[in-house]
Structure formats: structure tokens, C-alpha cells
């Protein structure tokens, strides 16, 4: 019963942060805010070059630029709200707030895996079914592909947050982190939460693995098929998914050590929090792109013509 008194004492949360410390709160600020400012203008760029160019009207750069959105989404869920808190002494969250976070965190999160096994697919075909690409890759199936996977993040977040939601939190309300993560947010409730936090654990580390696993073996397949039929072809074929596998280990790998590593460790977590926030939205167009010409042309020719168009005007 009293439990139940104390429902709503606590109406906000309290970010701890990395440091009380002046100078290392200046340094996160400014470093955050570069990478941030950074992932925006570099995902934005993505999308508006893929919808402008008519070259790259295919499948491929159809799922980049949705994932580009994804990123600008992910992002923008957690990192003006964290560069924020970075110059403010007491940095709190309304209980309504970190709902949200938690909410955009996981559903951009899952649909975004959804899509990265999507693109190894579309890999795949183009690669080792190149005279069918476009029959089994028609605009029509990646559409179904794309919503399919909006469908399966929104499902991951949402079961998720339908049993943490209505959780009783009468104090402490400290979160030791930048921003709302879902285990840390479960451990403050005024109640048993061993097997709410297993679940928790268990659900988003086992997609996390899975889907790492699924990604994996796709391109060894991919890279075995291209080797049995052309020698030569292979260092194509790597070359081509070298990008890919890059996104897929800096996406993965602090999702990963979140869920499934079983050691504490603070000081880490709350640096991979900031590179999972500012960094890897970031790295993701620069990597998809900086080996790409028919990206780097199609901007180059995009930039050209905002110049030109801004000096007529």
C-alpha cells in the first residue's frame, strides 16, 4: 500500500552524466554538438541527393536514404536534449520525456536493423542474381520492405514499454547516464524488477545478436557464392560490402555490450551512449559514401547547383 501512495512522486529523472568537472562537460559539449550538426547535414545531404538525382533512382539508394532518415531520427531523439544537459548543472528529464526517448530509441533502432538486413538482401540479389535484380528489388517490394520494417521496430518498442509504463517510482529518480536507456530506467522502479529487467535484457540483446548473426553469415554467403562462381569477382564483391559490414559492426557493437555484456561498466556505457547518440549517425553517410562515386558525382552536381541557384537569387 505504500507503494501505491507514492505513484507519483516522482514526476522527473536526473541524468548523473560523465563528470562535474567544467572543462570535460565544455569538451562533451562542443564535441557533441560538431558530430551532431555534423549527422544532421550529412544524412540530410544523403536524401536530398537521392531524391534529386534520377541516376540514382534504384533500390539500393532507396534503402540508403531511408536509412538516412532513420539516422537523422535516432539522433535527434536523444542528442539536443543530451548536448543540452552538458551545460546545465542539474540535468533532469520529465517522467513523460524519458518515455519518449525510450519509445524513439528502440523503434528507430529495430526498424533500422530490419533495414540493414534488408540491404544485405538487396546486396545479395545484385551481386549474385545481377539479370534479376530489378524484377526481385521493384520499387514496390522495398516499399514492402521499408514498412515491414517500421512495423517490426514500432512492435519491439512498444511490447516493450507496455510492461514498464505503469511502474510504480517513488525514489531514487537518478539515471547514471546521458540519456534514457530502458535497463536503467526499470532498476528505479518501487518494485520487484529482476524478471522485468531480464526480459528487458534478453528481448533486445537477443534481436541485437540475432540480427549481427544474420548479417554476418549473409556476407560470408555472399562473398562464398561470389568465389565459387569468379576468383576475380571477389575483391569486387569485398569491396562493395565493405561499407555495409562497417555500419553493421559500429551499429551493433554498443548495442551488443549494452544488453549482453554482464559486467557494470559506467564510465563505458556512457561513451558508447554518446557514440551510439552523435557518432555512428554520423559515420554512417561518410562511410556509405566515401567509396561510392555515383554519391560523391550526384553531391558534388547537387552542391553545384544550390551554389549556382543561390547566386541568381
Same mark, same amino acid.
Given at each position: ?90 540535468? /533532469? ?41 530489378? /524484377? ?128 557494470? /561498466? ?48
Amino acid at each position: 500500500m505504500e507503494v501505491l501512495s507514492n505513484l507519483s512522486v516522482v514526476s522527473e529523472f536526473v541524468f548523473v552524466g560523465l563528470s562535474n568537472a567544467w572543462e570535460i562537460q565544455l569538451f562533451l559539449f562542443l564535441f557533441s554538438s560538431v558530430f551532431y550538426v555534423a549527422s544532421l547535414m550529412g544524412n540530410l545531404l544523403i536524401v536530398l541527393t537521392v531524391t534529386s538525382d534520377p541516376h540514382l533512382q534504384t533500390p539500393m539508394y532507396f534503402l540508403l536514404a531511408n536509412l538516412s532518415i532513420m539516422d537523422l531520427i535516432f539522433c535527434s531523439s536523444t542528442a539536443p536534449k543530451m548536448i543540452y544537459d552538458l551545460l546545465r548543472k542539474h540535468k /533532469t528529464i520529465s517522467f513523460g520525456g524519458c518515455i519518449v526517448q525510450i519509445f524513439f530509441t528502440h523503434a528507430v533502432g529495430g526498424t533500422e536493423m530490419v533495414l540493414l538486413i534488408t540491404m544485405a538482401f538487396d546486396r545479395y540479389i545484385a551481386i549474385c542474381k545481377p539479370l534479376h535484380y530489378l /524484377t526481385i528489388m521493384s520499387p514496390r517490394r522495398c516499399i514492402i520492405f521499408l514498412v515491414t520494417s517500421w512495423v517490426i521496430g514500432l512492435i519491439h518498442s512498444v511490447t516493450q514499454l507496455v510492461f514498464v509504463v505503469d511502474l510504480p517510482f517513488c525514489g531514487p529518480n537518478e539515471l547514471d547516464s546521458f540519456v534514457c536507456d530502458l535497463p536503467r530506467f526499470v532498476k528505479l522502479a518501487c518494485t520487484e524488477t529482476y524478471t522485468l529487467e531480464f526480459m528487458v535484457t534478453a528481448n533486445s540483446g537477443f534481436i541485437s545478436v540475432a540480427s549481427f548473426l544474420i548479417l554476418i553469415i549473409s556476407y560470408i554467403f555472399i562473398l562464398a557464392t561470389v568465389q565459387k562462381k569468379s576468383s576475380g569477382g571477389i575483391s569486387k564483391a569485398l569491396s562493395t560490402l565493405s561499407a555495409h559490414v562497417t555500419v553493421v559492426v559500429l551499429f551493433f557493437g554498443p548495442l551488443i555490450f549494452f544488453y549482453v555484456w554482464p559486467f557494470p /561498466t559506467s564510465h563505458l556505457d556512457k561513451f558508447l551512449a554518446i557514440f551510439n547518440s552523435v557518432i555512428t549517425p554520423f559515420l554512417n553517410p561518410v562511410i556509405y559514401t566515401f567509396r561510392n562515386k555515383e554519391m560523391k558525382v550526384a553531391m558534388r552536381k547537387l552542391c553545384t547547383q544550390v551554389i549556382n541557384y543561390s547566386k541568381i537569387s
